[in-house]
């Protein structure tokens, strides 16, 4: 009976004084929550990135959540809305729910931003430029290897491709901050834009099928 209680009271112990931090952990099975080198060294990114220490985004670009570690609720919206949370009814991707994550949403950085929002403040981190103005709201690399991602709801086979871009967004940027970049994890991918001769190409394709059709009439 006394094994049993001392067993028990390490159990409770154990759970009392697990990190607030690990609620909520989204991300590959064997990420222990730690931080982004953490999630990135995990059995679905063993060494496949590179370190980015600055990024002009510039165009459209395809983005969706693909991790998180924090228990607060923090999100990923195309809009400067400061302290609106769950009720900006344009965030993307939140902590909150992750009914979407894998999902592909679409951004165009020559009109439009990616904007970290923390529970606690303060919001509106833009993503781009990145550099060292806003290096301390986010870490950047660039995948080296294709993978797969086979955890996320909203997409339970999620392919990355070479290229492809992996941003960790850090709590409070510069104020109180922990420097794990793994409260929100999103993946991104610029849209290619059609070479100038393929348009060209396509043009007299278009431009020859009504030549036919007007002289079948």
């Not at 990145?130 to 660039?142: A, E, H, V, Y």
């Not at 109180?176 to 060209?200: E, F, K, N, Q």
């Amino acid at each position: 009976m006394k094994l049993f209680n001392v067993k028990l009271w390490i159990c409770l112990t154990q759970l009392l004084f697990l990190p607030q931090s690990m609620a909520g952990l989204i991300g590959p099975g064997d990420w222990n929550g730690d931080n982004i080198n953490g999630f990135l060294n995990s059995n679905l990114f063993p060494g496949i990135e590179t370190s980015v220490s600055s990024l002009d985004f510039n165009g459209q670009w395809m983005y969706t959540a693909i991790g998180r570690e924090s228990g607060n609720t923090n999100d990923i919206d195309k809009t400067a809305n400061a302290g609106l949370g769950a009720l900006d009814t344009s965030l993307s991707f939140s902590t909150a729910n992750s009914s979407n994550w894998g999902a592909w949403d679409t951004v165009d950085f020559d009109i439009e931003n990616l904007f970290f929002e923390d529970s606690n403040g303060p919001w509106n981190i833009g993503l781009d430029t990145f550099g060292s103005i806003n290096d301390p709201g986010f870490k950047l690399f660039r995948l080296t290897q294709d993978t797969t991602l086979t955890y996320l709801s909203g997409n339970s086979s999620l392919e990355l491709f070479v290229g492809d871009i992996i941003v960790g967004f850090n709590d409070n940027h510069l104020s109180h901050s922990d420097a794990d970049y793994d409260d929100i994890i999103v993946a991104m991918r610029a849209t290619p834009v059609p070479a100038p001769g393929s348009l060209t190409l396509f043009a007299l394709g278009v431009f020859g099928l009504m030549f036919i059709r007007r002289k079948s009439i």
